[in-house]
């Protein structure tokens, strides 16, 4: 069975819609059995609403499993975790830092960091944008939060030279909540890397689509 863990649906603020039909049509073509999906950037800026959509999709389709997408900066975030949690029944939560513009590790994310750990729910994070999510910036999240379950898409790194890839293999050696998905990393060395340090049950497939290619 595959799994892919990091998917982005739904309308997009930029050029890259995934339809839920589009979606369902590249898990068939691709083998993938289940997916743990979330919202693009919401054409609108309505986090609620795309987040209510993704938990339609959930309730319709079993092979997909809901994560809330979240923007901490803005005042009405608190709310929508509540109502993705305890309305929507999404099963864990997706921070983008890059496309929100804000610092993983800036104290504004606490808000929401409060009603994950008070609900027991994954926390996704887009890593290792430059200035917003680097492996450092992402581990001093962790830190705060050892009791939360945490996932860094591409490895931890995103720079795919590798230049920030030892950072991230302190986060996977130092930090036992700490999970990685591979997409991205097309680098052998660095997956086998990243096993040795974090571990293979740490290390999942996520194709991060629509952004890349699922296939």
Request: charged content about 25%; proline content about 0%; aromatic content about 14%.
């Given at each position: 069975m595959i799994i892919d863990a990091d998917v982005f649906v739904g309308k997009s603020l930029y050029d890259n819609s995934l339809s839920y039909d589009k979606l369902i049509f590249l898990m068939h073509s691709n083998n993938v059995s289940k997916a743990i999906i979330r919202?693009?950037?919401p054409t609108d800026f309505d986090f609620d609403k795309a987040n209510k959509l993704i938990s339609e999709m959930q309730r319709k389709d079993s092979n997909l499993i809901?994560?809330?997408?979240?923007n901490p900066l803005m005042k009405e975030s608190v709310l929508h975790i509540e109502k993705a949690i305890n309305e929507y029944d999404l099963k864990g939560v997706h921070l983008h830092p890059w496309e929100e513009n804000y610092a993983i590790?800036?104290?504004v994310v606490d808000k929401i960091m409060k009603k994950v750990s008070d609900s027991n729910i994954l926390v996704y994070v887009s890593a290792d944008y430059p200035v917003v999510s680097h492996p450092l910036q992402v581990q001093n999240l962790i830190d705060r939060y050892p009791e939360v379950t945490?996932?860094?898409t591409h490895g931890g790194q995103?720079?795919?030279s590798g230049l920030s890839f030892d950072d991230t293999l302190i986060v996977a050696e130092e930090n036992k909540n700490a999970y990685f998905d591979v997409s991205g990393v097309y680098r052998r060395d660095f997956i086998e890397l990243l096993i040795k340090y974090a571990?293979?049950?740490?290390?999942?497939?996520?194709?991060?689509s629509p952004y890349m290619n699922m296939k």
């Open positions: 919202a693009l950037k809901g994560f809330a997408r979240v590790n800036n104290r945490f996932i860094l995103q720079d795919f571990g293979e049950d740490r290390v999942i497939f996520g194709s991060c």
